[in-house]
C-alpha cells in the first residue's frame, strides 16, 4: 500500500515523531499494563466451599457393601461424606470427621486397601487429599485466618502441625492459604502436579525489614509454597501429625512404607507474590517518589533459604518491579533440574536513583545475605552466582561485575575525591557508592535488553521536563546540597552543577555515567550473555530497536552467546525464547566453562560492529 509505505518512511526519516509515538505508548505500557501483560492471579468465587464437594476418585453415591473393619477405604469414605454435611452444621464436628476420615485413608494405604476391596487405583489417596484439606478448612485455614489459631485448633483435635527440618527455620508464617483456591493466566510454564497431600501458599504479613535480619531478605506480603502432609499417629503417641513438606526440594514423600508423589504447586504462590503484593504500585512510585519505598530495597528470596543452591539474581528495569521477572523465576521453578539447582532472588529498587545508588543497594543486600546464610563463606555455591539484569538492570549487573577504579569519580567531579570538603558520614555513603570491587560471588553475567548506551527518549522535551521535578533520594540531595556548601557547585561536571542526576538522566545516550560503566574493567573470568528484542526486523541493523532502546544501546560486545527475538519488544521477560536461552545458560553453569561457552553460535547470526 503506497500510504503504508510513506508513513513507515517518514517515520524513519523523522525519528523524533517516532521517539514521541514510541514515548506515549511506552508511557501507556507503564501506567496501564506495569511495563508487560505479566502473568495474572483470581481468586475461585467458590474456593472454600470446594471442599464439600467430592473430589475426583471419591464417590459420593452409595457406597459398595464393605464391613469398615475389613475395608478402611469404605469407612473412610462414609465418614468423609458425613463431615462434608457436618460442616454446614458445625465446623468443629465436622474437623473430628475430617480427622477420623484421614486416619482410615492413611490406614487403608497401610493395608493395601484399594482394588482388592473392589475400588479404582489412587481412591486411598484421592480420599486422603480430600479429607485432609476438609480439616484444614475446618480448623481454621485460609485467607484472612491466623495460622496460630489453626494450630491450636488442630491441637484441640489431637494433630501437630509442624513444618518439615530446615524448611521455614526464619520464617513465622501468618496465613496459610490453598492454592487451589486461585487461578491464574498467562503463565508460560505452570508447575502443579497431582499427588499426596495439599498444596499450600505461606502468606507471611510484612515486618520491619529496614536493616533487621532476616527480615529484610523477605519481600513485604511474601508468599511461597508448601505442601501439607498427613502422617498417622505413633505408637504410645496418639496424635497425628501434618506436616509442611518443601515442595522446591521433594519430589516424593514416604507415607505407610512407600514412596508417594507429592502434591505440588509452585506457581500460584509465585504469581501472586509478584501480582498481588502491591508491585504494580510500587514500580512507579518508585520511580516518581524513591524516598516511600526505601525500606523495601533490596535482594529477597523467593522461596525459604536452602543451603547448597546457586544464587540466581534477577534485577528489574526502570519503572518496573520484579513481577516482569514472574515468568522467568516460575520457568526456573518449573524445571526440576534447574529448581534443585538455583536458589532464586528478586531485587527491588526505587528506579528513580542513579545507577550507584542501585548498585550500592544491592551489593550490601547481597552481601548482608551471604553473611547472615553463609557466615563462614563455606558453601561453594554461593562463588557461582549468576546475575541477570533487563532494561536499566543490565547497566546496573555491570557495575556489580566491575571494577569502579576512578571512572565515576573522573564522570562526576573536576577534583579528586580525596580534595573534596565533606562530613564523615556523607564522605562513608559517597566512598561506597563510587568506589567499588565487583561482587565477587558473581561469575555470569545475562543481559535482557539492557540499555547499555541509553535511549533517546530520555532526550525529548518531556522526559526531560519529567527528570527536573521528580524528587531525589533523600540522601543523595543531601550528599550534593553537602559539597556544594563546601565546595561550590564548580567540583561538579557541567552536567550535575544544577541538579543531582535522576535514573532518566542515566539513561540518556549522553550521559556520563553510561560512558563510565563502558569503561569499568570486568571480573577477570566473568561469562557475559546477551538477548535482544528486534521489534522490527525488516529494518537495516543501524535501524533496529525494540521499541524503546536502539539495537545498538542493547548490544553487547563482550557477550559470549547473542540472542536476538524478531518481533519482539522491549518487555520481552514472558517471550518463550527468553525463557528457553535462559534455562539453557543455567543448565551449562558452572559446569561448562568459558571454552564450551566460546563455542556456542549465536541463535540468530547478526551482521554489527
Not at 478448612?137 to 484441640?156: S, T, Y
Not at 546477551?530 to 544501546?553: E, N, R
Request: neutral net charge.
Amino acid at each position: 500500500m503506497p500510504g503504508a509505505e510513506s508513513n513507515l518512511r517518514h517515520m524513519i526519516v523523522r525519528p523524533g515523531r517516532f521517539a514521541w509515538a514510541v514515548l506515549i505508548a511506552a508511557s501507556f505500557a507503564v501506567i496501564v499494563s506495569g511495563c508487560v501483560l505479566e502473568p495474572k492471579i483470581v481468586k475461585k468465587p467458590t474456593g472454600a466451599l470446594r471442599s464439600l464437594v467430592p473430589a475426583p476418585g471419591v464417590e459420593s453415591g452409595p457406597l459398595p457393601e464393605h464391613d469398615p473393619a475389613s475395608c478402611p477405604l469404605a469407612h473412610a469414605r462414609f465418614v468423609l461424606n458425613r463431615a462434608r454435611i457436618g460442616r454446614l452444621f458445625s465446623s468443629r464436628t465436622a474437623a473430628r470427621d475430617y480427622r477420623d476420615a484421614l486416619a482410615l485413608a492413611i490406614k487403608a494405604m497401610e493395608t493395601g486397601c484399594g482394588e482388592s476391596c473392589g475400588h479404582h487405583g489412587g481412591s486411598a489417596i484421592h480420599t486422603y487429599d480430600k479429607a485432609l484439606e476438609g480439616l484444614l478448612r475446618a480448623a481454621g485455614a485460609g485467607q484472612g485466618k491466623d495460622a496460630r489459631v489453626l494450630a491450636q485448633q488442630l491441637d484441640v483435635l489431637g494433630v501437630d502441625l509442624i513444618a518439615s527440618a530446615g524448611f521455614m527455620t526464619d520464617v513465622e508464617p501468618d496465613e496459610f492459604w490453598f492454592a487451589r483456591d486461585y487461578a491464574t493466566f498467562r503463565v508460560r510454564e505452570p508447575m502443579r502436579s497431582h499427588g499426596l497431600g495439599v498444596p499450600l501458599i505461606v502468606f507471611k504479613k510484612p515486618r520491619p525489614r529496614d536493616e533487621v535480619i532476616p527480615e529484610m531478605f523477605f519481600p513485604p506480603y511474601w508468599k511461597f509454597a508448601a505442601t501439607a502432609v498427613a502422617r498417622p499417629a505413633e505408637a504410645g503417641n496418639g496424635r497425628m501429625t501434618i506436616e509442611l513438606v518443601d515442595p522446591m526440594e521433594w519430589d516424593a514423600v514416604p507415607l505407610a512404607g512407600t514412596p508417594r508423589p507429592l502434591a505440588k504447586d509452585l506457581t500460584t504462590p509465585l504469581i501472586h507474590l509478584l501480582s498481588h503484593s502491591g508491585y504494580r504500585d510500587k514500580s512507579r512510585r518508585g520511580l516518581f517518589f524513591p524516598n516511600r519505598l526505601a525500606d523495601e530495597e533490596g535482594v529477597m528470596l523467593t522461596h525459604p533459604y536452602r543451603p547448597g543452591k546457586i544464587p540466581f539474581v534477577v534485577i528489574h528495569g526502570m519503572g518496573c518491579s520484579p513481577r516482569i521477572m514472574a515468568d522467568i523465576v516460575n520457568s526456573v521453578n518449573a524445571d526440576p533440574v534447574l529448581r534443585s539447582r538455583y536458589q532464586v532472588m528478586i531485587v527491588y529498587y526505587t528506579t528513580g536513583d542513579t545507577i550507584l545508588q542501585d548498585s550500592a543497594v544491592i551489593r550490601r543486600a547481597f552481601a548482608a545475605m551471604r553473611n547472615y546464610y553463609d557466615p563462614a563463606h563455606a558453601e561453594s555455591a554461593w562463588d557461582q552466582a549468576v546475575v541477570l539484569g533487563h532494561s536499566l538492570g543490565g547497566p546496573i549487573a555491570r557495575v556489580l561485575t566491575s571494577y569502579s577504579d576512578n571512572e565515576f569519580e573522573q564522570a562526576i567531579f573536576t577534583r579528586p575525591w580525596d580534595q573534596i570538603q565533606l562530613s564523615e558520614p556523607m564522605r562513608q555513603a559517597g566512598q561506597e557508592a563510587i568506589f567499588f570491587e565487583p561482587v565477587p560471588e558473581f561469575k555470569r553475567l545475562i543481559h535482557v535488553a539492557s540499555t547499555m548506551k541509553g535511549s533517546r527518549l530520555a532526550d525529548q522535551v518531556e522526559a526531560r521536563a519529567l527528570s527536573r521535578v521528580i524528587p531525589r533520594r533523600r540522601q543523595l540531595q543531601q550528599f550534593y546540597d553537602e559539597i556544594v556548601q563546601f565546595n561550590g557547585k564548580d567540583v561538579f561536571q557541567p552536567e550535575y552543577r544544577d541538579r543531582p542526576p535522576s535514573s532518566i538522566d542515566n539513561q540518556s545516550p549522553e550521559s556520563p555515567f553510561l560512558a563510565a560503566a563502558a569503561k569499568l574493567r570486568q571480573t577477570p573470568g566473568l561469562i557475559t550473555h546477551s538477548i535482544q528484542a528486534d521489534w522490527f526486523p525488516f529494518l537495516p541493523v543501524h535501524a533496529k530497536t525494540d521499541g524503546l532502546v536502539s539495537f545498538d544501546s542493547s548490544y553487547i560486545p563482550e557477550a559470549s552467546t547473542q540472542l536476538i527475538l524478531p518481533w519482539q519488544d522491549h518487555f520481552c521477560t514472558h517471550d518463550h525464547r527468553t525463557l528457553a536461552e535462559i534455562k539453557r545458560i543455567l543448565h551449562e553453569h558452572p559446569s561448562a566453562g568459558t571454552a564450551y561457552l566460546q563455542n556456542v553460535a549465536p541463535a540468530i547470526p547478526v551482521e554489527y560492529p
